[in-house]
């Protein structure tokens, strides 16, 4: 028996009886999803990982010392946070709030007191992006960056805080469509 469509977007289903939409199937496999949005089954980011621009996120709840969450991040597959753009800091601040003033470790430090302050990766921390509190009075090193209630502030690198990772996205593919026969042109094989 040969099956006969009203236009080329209709199709049988595997059942036979069903008309579906190729194009809602299409729609719906390619669809991406809105970034910040985990629950996804197509999602880049892994499970419990939050998505936002090309990278996933994950504020842990251990607490480590810097170089703790530096070696908890790399075990993770992933590198301590790094906020360097209006779009990360615009993301990640909202992260820090706490009822319990829980902070986080980022990936910016220093080697010293009147030295530059560089993310792990080398690059220098940008003034015009956000101010580091640093409480010059206590004698300890503050020589790592948290974050808390959206502001950062100089740290002793000893000091147990929370750890905040950061990785690359993944590139998502499409779910494979179901395959459906080819229309007949009426001929017999």
């Not at 504020?59 to 992933?78: D, H, I, L, P, V």
């Not at 959206?150 to 469509?177: I, N, Q, T």
């Amino acid at each position: 028996m040969q099956a006969k469509f009203s236009s080329t977007r209709d199709m049988l289903d595997d059942d036979g009886d069903t008309t579906v939409s190729l194009h809602s199937r299409a729609s719906a496999a390619t669809r991406r999803p809105e970034p910040g949005h985990t629950g996804h089954r197509c999602s880049p980011c892994p499970e419990k990982w939050k998505w936002h621009g090309d990278k996933c996120y994950q504020f842990y709840k251990e607490s480590r010392s810097w170089q703790g969450c530096e070696y908890f991040c790399t075990a993770e597959n992933s590198t301590m946070l790094k906020i360097n753009t209006q779009e990360v800091l615009e993301f990640a601040m909202p992260q820090s709030y706490s009822e319990f003033f829980y902070s986080y470790w980022t990936g910016l430090s220093r080697n010293g007191s009147g030295k530059a302050w560089l993310w792990m990766d080398g690059s220098p921390y940008s003034l015009e992006l956000f101010d580091i509190v640093i409480d010059v009075t206590t004698p300890r090193s503050r020589d790592c960056v948290t974050i808390l209630n959206g502001k950062a502030f100089s740290k002793d690198c000893r000091e147990l805080r929370r750890c905040a990772c950061e990785r690359r996205a993944a590139l998502v593919k499409p779910e494979r469509l179901h395959s459906f026969p080819e229309p007949s042109d009426g001929g017999d094989p």
